[in-house]
């Protein structure tokens, strides 16, 4: 063992960071994300191991079962990173435990990264960006690409160097105050709130045009009189047959997406859409 006197350097966690962002590179069935993991270790190996025996010890710590959320790892990376830093400065810490706390971690910052990164902020983004580009501006495809960059790096720089600061305590903190769940409780609300926004924007359908009352110029379209007392109410209905077909049935998205596809086309045919 070498350099067993020195701490982290911020350079030191600037590499840890790099690797983290490559958490998911040969992501494997039987440990997951285990390599990524330990390749964002390799700063503190080398750092403070210098024969093979101890570099191999510390490896085999780090390629067991591990698998989150891959923008909040770095809060278990930064964890370990402060955890490895104390069993090789001072020893007063058990090697086993390292894999302890990674495995307590896992499955609340998955339900927590899930909840706000993936189902809030990148379907609100993604449809606001969907909205700019169907009315034909580029600047949709780009504030998606910035803002998910920015949430994307920004976790992952907040999970590495707080997560080396202040160690085993911030999501120990956060787990005994229920904050997590709550996050996660109050994001699925609000997703569910604004992708309900989106739905007409998103999902068209309209009845006919020859389908109406009347004659002449007195001749009423169906669709406009839904369109009069229910604006957008035929997308809201297809959106909550096609939710609940899938809640209450087992068919598959995949074979609901072809029955769609089959229900539009004979639709068109006829004369229905």
Known sequence: MKNTDQKLTRQDLWKIFRGQIFIRSALNYERQQCMGFTTAMRPIINKYYETPEERAEIVDRHMQLFLTQPMV??????????????IATEGDLDPSSVN????????????????????????????IACSLAQAGSVMGPLMFLAVMAFITIGVRYLGVFEGYKRGVTLVTD??????????????????????????????????????????GEEFVTIQSALDGMFPCLLPLVLVL??????????????????????AGVVGTVIGLF
């Open 73 to 86: 790892s770095a809060i278990p990376v930064g964890v370990a990173a402060a955890m490895e830093e104390r």
């Open 241 to 262: 047959v096609v939710y609940a077909l899938l809640r209450r049935t087992k068919i598959s998205p995949v074979a609901l997406m072809l029955l769609l596809m089959i």
């Open 174 to 215: 956060m787990q005994k105050s229920g904050l997590i769940d709550k996050i996660g409780e109050l994001a699925s609300v609000a997703a569910f709130v604004v992708i309900g926004g989106f739905t007409p924007s998103i999902v068209s359908l309209a009845l006919s045009d020859g389908l109406g009352y009347g004659t």
């Open 100 to 127: 302890e706390v990674k495995i307590a971690l896992m499955g609340p910052l998955a339900a927590l990264g899930d909840s706000l990164i993936n189902g809030t902020a990148r379907p609100i983004f993604a449809g």
